[in-house]
């Protein structure tokens, strides 16, 4: 298997930890450094780095931290103010826990991680085989690497997969991220702006949808980036399922009870400071949506 | 009422016809000078207007190549040529059928622009009646001036309305030229990205949906802006009246014998010579779509 190098954005390296710069892509694939916690929540405000990557990097600013002798309830506390839709909560509080069990924490953390690496490819397994030879897959935003896996474990099985990624705005990752990695791994992709998506099932170039989720919830609800929910709705009334690639459920009862983070007009109105709007018009930008577990045809779990 | 530059965005000045170039909107409001029916194709292609101003433009320049002897045969067959999924035929086959007659063509066409331009009025005002105080409406991509009219007229009979415009990827009309209309008109407006159309219905913060119509077939069914199909399978979703500003209907019998017109990929790739995405990656757009009648809560007709 290749990896994407959005699989695994995040490195330690002595005690520097090397953060992948999302926001940079796919002109340059470059890694900025964070000494210490601040420099990590900052990055992670800054959504340098998303979704997997930054459990990667909450991890690694704990072992960070505490080799820096600081005190981790207060890193914590740090990590879990950074954005509200984001459960980190499940990881600082088992790091608490951790450290206050005795554990070394260090070796404890670094063997989560990798159980988390091979969970994630078990991840992409299943996924490749709920596919079908010549399956058109619509994505959407990014699934930190996992595509490009599942497209070569579907190839192992003998089946080739194309894709179509909506460009998911306002940050592009779709198109930034998505299409880059597959492109780069050899995989056929299309981009589209997120309003061709009817069009495109209407025409029935697509078989199946798949996105990942930012956070699950009981009941089976999940929040991921903005735009989702609307695919799920049309995927509905299109009749192609729509799966979704799950991090671990966390203690929320259902999706309503998941905040949604609102982030900055500007960063919907100025593109790498072109203004794309007028300048005083007011704008509205959610994060995240909740899409409910009734439009999602199968979860696809972590197992830890 | 006040008239938005995008109610009338062609003028026919001595022998030049002006022409509002909406690409450069909202930074500069300027105008293109077309001096035969050449210049005016070329700034049908490159969407230098759209819509209503696409209709003006036909009519001018129709008026011009009489004025300079051309064979208005050919002006018609340049013209139905520019853009598959519009209907200039309805005008190009009046015209020439105006000529074929003897009738004093020039008076005719401004004759047929003055109608034109009292039947819109009617539309803005037929709109509005179907407003309710407090009424949110949700619109996409640009009607060419009218949702200021119809803000004004529900002001007049003491509805205060207000609007959020998707911002319409990829040429961004809804950012560019609708927000920028409404708030130059003093009427509230809010911009949302076109992934959260759903996500808004969700909060009921939107009572109504207004698009406008590129083309209207005789069944009902209507081409408008890609990812109009779309927010009409949303609104269906969370039962959101969905109504269309339509011009004449053509001779197609159904949307499904509409042609989209597929623009070249760079469009969606590059805004305003910045990459938005990797370099030699496929992309994919269609410039239209067709939204079915069953879709379609209310049809507003230009009474023609």
């Known amino acids: 298997m290749k990896f994407s190098p959005l699989f695994w954005p995040i490195q330690l390296k002595g005690n520097i930890i090397y953060i992948l710069d999302e926001t940079k892509l796919p002109q340059k694939l470059i890694y900025i450094k964070a000494k210490n916690y601040l420099d990590a929540c900052r990055a992670i405000k800054e959504m340098k780095t998303r979704a997997v990557g930054q459990v990667l990097l909450v991890m690694y600013t704990f072992i960070l931290s505490k080799r820096q002798n600081k005190n981790l309830a207060l890193v914590a506390q740090a990590i879990n103010a950074t954005r509200p839709t984001l459960s980190f909560k499940f990881l600082t509080e088992m790091v608490l826990g951790l450290e206050k069990s005795g554990a070394p924490l260090e070796k404890s953390i670094l063997g989560f991680l990798e159980m988390l690496k091979g969970k994630r490819i078990e991840q992409a397994q299943t ?14 935003c990014n699934i930190s690497g996992l595509l490009p896996l599942v497209a070569q474990f579907a190839k192992k099985g003998g089946k080739k997969i194309s894709f179509y990624a909506t460009e998911t705005r306002p940050y592009l990752q779709g ?3 998505t299409a880059w990695e597959l492109q780069r791994a050899g995989i056929p992709v299309t981009i589209i702006t997120d309003n061709m998506v009817a069009y495109l099932l209407s025409l029935g170039k697509v078989t199946k949808i798949i996105v990942g989720a930012d956070h699950l919830t009981l009941n089976g609800d999940i929040a991921n980036k903005i735009g989702t929910y609307q695919i799920a709705v049309v995927a509905k009334y299109f009749k192609i399922p729509f799966y979704v690639i799950c991090p671990p459920a966390s203690k929320l009862k259902s999706g309503s009870e998941i905040r949604i983070e609102i982030r900055p007009d500007d960063e919907l109105k100025i593109y790498q400071g072109i203004h794309l709007a007028p300048k005083n018009v007011k704008a509205y930008y959610p994060a995240f949506d909740v899409t409910p577990h009734k439009l999602i045809t199968k979860h696809i779990y972590l197992g830890v």
């Open 127 to 140: 996924m490749a085989k709920l596919l079908k030879d010549r399956d058109v897959i619509l994505t959407h």
């Open 175 to 177: 198109s930034r991220l």
